[in-house]
C-alpha cells in the first residue's frame, strides 16, 4: 500500500516537472499542489501509524523481558522453599512451646487454686511496700502445724508448732532492682519451732528412770524419736529394733549379716560381716558401717538369752543449739529445755549475681528443710497505670516544666501543662486554681513552693512519694522513711506508693522523665504454704 501511493507520488512529481518545462499544460500550479497534498497526507498519517505500532511493540517486548528475568529461577525456587521450610520448622518450634507454656500458665494457675483450699496456703495480703511482715503462724493458720497434746511416760503434755516471720520487708527500693519490687530477710526472719508446753521436764528423758523410754513426734513433717534431752542438747534416735534371741543368732541387715557371739548380763558381742566389737548396755558403736546400740540385755541360765538391739545407718545423732542443721546450711538449730527447731542464719537482702542469697523476686520461694513450709513471694497486685513525661522547656523568655498525660481539673481535660514557680498552667499558660488529678488513677499532680525550692509532686490525699523540681535536674521517690534521690540509680526505681521512674540518672541527664502511675497504690502479696 504504501509503495504503491508513493510511486503516484513520483508520477505527480514528473507531470508536474514537464508541465513546468514547457510541455502541454492540462493541470495549474494550485491543482498540482493540492493532488501532492492529497496524497502525501494520507502517508504522513500511516508513518505515523507505524511509529506508534513499533513503539508499542518495543514497550511490550521490554516489559516481557522484565517479567521474563523477574521469573524465579529453579535455584532461587529452590532457596525459597528451603527458607520455607526453616520458617514452617521455627512456627512449628514455636507452637510447641506456646502450647507447654499455656500448659505450665495452667498448671500453675490449677496450683494456686489448690492452695486457696481453707488451711494449705496462708495469704499475708494488702502489704504496702516498704512495709515489715511480723507474723506467728499455728495451726489456726495452716492444717500442716501441729498443736495437740504427746505422751511420754503415760502422760499427756500441750505441744505445738509454730512459724515466725519477723523482720520480712517488701522492698522497692535497691541496687539492680530495676523498677520490680523484692521481699528481703534477714538473718532470723523465719523462725521454726516445736514447743512443748513447760509442765514437762525434758532432762528426765533417757534418765536411770527412763533409760529405755524415747520421745516421739513430728519434727519438719518427719517422725523423729529423741533418747535424751539435756537443756539445749539433744540426741536423736533412729533405726530399727531386733530381738536376738541366743547367742549364734543371725540376722541380715542393710545387706549386712549380723550374728550375736556372746550375750552376758550387761553388755553383748556382735559380729558384722566378720567384723567383732564389745557393745554395752545403753551405749552405741559403729561395726562395719552400722551403728548397733544395745537397748535390752539379759543372759539367763533358765531361759534364752535375749539381746534387743536397735541397728542402722545412723542410729544416734547429738545436735546442740546453734549447730548448722546440716553442713553449709542456711538453717541452725535453736533449742531450749522445752522447745526445738531452726532459724534462719543467711540473709537475703540484696540482688545481683555476686548474691548467693539473693532477695525474693516474684515467685521466688524459700522453704524449710524436707520442704515442710515454704513462703512465696507473689509480688505487687497487677493494676492499670497511666504514663506521664515531663522536661525543662523554654517558652518565650521563661524556664517551665512540659508535662504531657492525660489531666482532668474540674470539667475540663488537659493532655499537656506547664509548670514554673508560680504554678500549674494550661497550654495557654492559663494559671490552673483548682486541683489537678491524674486521669484513670487516685493520684494528683501539685505545686509546692518550698522554703529553698519549688518542687512539682505527684500522690494521693496528701502522701505523696514522686517529686522534682523545675528544671528536672533533680528526681526523689519516697521509700518506707524519707524521701531518696535517684539521680544516681542506672535502673528504673519504683516509689513506695508504686510510681515507676524510667532510667532516673539519664533522665536528670538530659532533664526530661517518663514515669509511670498506678491507678491506686500498689499493694503486695506474701502465700506461706
Known amino acids: 500500500m504504501v509503495n504503491k501511493k508513493l510511486l503516484g507520488l513520483f508520477g505527480l512529481i514528473l507531470m508536474a516537472t514537464l508541465v513546468l518545462s514547457g510541455c502541454q499544460s492540462r493541470y495549474t500550479q494550485e491543482e498540482v499542489d493540492a493532488m501532492v497534498q492529497s496524497n502525501v497526507e494520507p502517508l504522513k498519517s500511516d508513518v505515523n501509524s507505524l511509529t506508534t505500532a513499533y513503539n508499542g511493540a518495543t514497550e511490550q517486548i521490554n516489559t516481557l523481558k522484565i517479567e521474563l528475568d523477574a521469573r524465579p529461577t529453579t535455584e532461587s525456587i529452590n532457596e525459597l522453599q528451603a527458607q520455607i521450610d526453616a520458617l514452617s520448622s521455627t512456627v512449628t518450634s514455636k507452637d510447641s512451646e506456646i502450647t507447654e507454656l499455656k500448659a505450665e500458665i495452667s498448671a500453675t494457675e490449677v496450683a494456686k487454686e489448690e492452695e486457696k483450699v481453707e488451711g494449705q496456703r496462708l495469704v499475708i495480703s494488702e502489704i504496702l511496700l516498704g512495709t515489715f511482715i511480723n507474723e506467728v503462724i499455728s495451726d489456726r493458720d495452716l492444717d500442716k502445724l501441729f498443736d495437740g497434746e504427746l505422751v511420754y511416760d503415760g502422760e499427756d503434755y500441750d505441744a505445738e508448732e509454730t512459724l515466725t516471720l519477723s523482720g520480712i520487708k517488701t522492698e522497692n527500693v535497691g541496687t539492680d532492682f530495676n523498677g520490680k519490687t523484692y521481699l528481703t530477710i534477714p538473718v532470723n526472719g523465719m523462725v521454726y519451732k516445736y514447743v512443748i508446753e513447760p509442765g514437762f521436764d525434758t532432762s528426765i528423758i533417757g534418765d536411770d528412770d527412763h533409760e529405755d523410754e524415747t520421745l516421739t513426734f513430728n519434727l519438719l513433717g518427719e517422725e523423729v524419736e529423741v533418747s535424751e534431752w539435756k537443756l ?298
Open 232 to 529: 539445749d542438747e539433744i540426741t536423736f534416735t533412729k533405726g530399727d529394733k531386733y530381738t536376738f534371741e541366743g547367742e549364734t543368732d543371725t540376722k541380715t541387715i542393710e545387706d549386712k549379716v549380723v550374728t550375736i557371739k556372746v550375750i552376758h548380763d550387761n553388755y553383748v558381742y556382735v559380729d558384722v560381716d566378720g567384723e567383732l566389737k564389745k557393745i554395752e548396755q545403753g551405749t552405741t558403736k559403729k561395726v562395719n558401717g552400722l551403728e548397733i546400740k544395745a537397748l535390752d540385755v539379759a543372759a539367763n541360765n533358765i531361759g534364752p538369752e535375749i539381746a534387743v538391739l536397735k541397728i542402722g545407718t545412723d542410729v544416734e545423732s547429738t545436735v546442740e543449739d546453734g549447730d548448722e542443721y546440716e553442713d553449709d546450711s542456711m538453717w541452725e538449730w535453736v533449742i531450749t529445755d522445752n522447745s526445738i527447731g531452726l532459724t534462719l542464719i543467711e540473709e537475703y537482702m540484696y540482688v545481683g549475681e555476686d548474691e548467693d542469697y539473693s532477695a525474693l523476686g516474684q515467685n521466688d520461694k524459700l522453704s524449710l528443710p524436707n520442704d515442710f513450709l515454704t513462703i512465696r513471694y507473689d509480688g505487687v497486685t497487677d493494676i492499670n497505670r497511666e504514663r506521664v513525661n515531663l522536661r525543662a522547656v523554654t517558652k518565650g523568655a521563661n524556664n517551665y516544666v512540659e508535662i504531657k498525660g492525660n489531666f482532668v481539673s474540674g470539667i475540663e481535660d488537659y493532655s499537656k501543662l506547664y509548670a514554673n514557680i508560680s504554678g500549674i498552667y494550661n497550654d495557654d499558660l492559663e494559671l490552673i486554681t483548682e486541683n489537678i488529678e491524674i486521669e484513670g488513677t487516685d493520684s494528683k499532680l501539685i505545686y509546692e513552693n518550698g522554703t529553698n525550692d519549688s518542687w512539682l509532686l505527684i500522690g494521693e490525699n496528701g502522701f505523696y512519694s514522686f517529686a522534682i523540681d523545675l528544671y528536672v535536674e533533680e528526681i526523689y521517690v519516697f521509700t518506707d522513711i524519707d524521701w531518696v534521690n535517684v539521680c544516681g540509680n542506672e535502673d528504673d526505681v519504683i516509689s513506695n506508693y508504686g510510681i515507676i521512674v524510667e532510667n532516673p540518672e539519664d533522665a536528670c541527664d538530659d532533664n526530661k522523665v517518663t514515669i509511670s502511675v498506678p491507678e491506686e497504690q500498689v499493694e503486695a502479696e506474701v502465700s506461706v504454704i
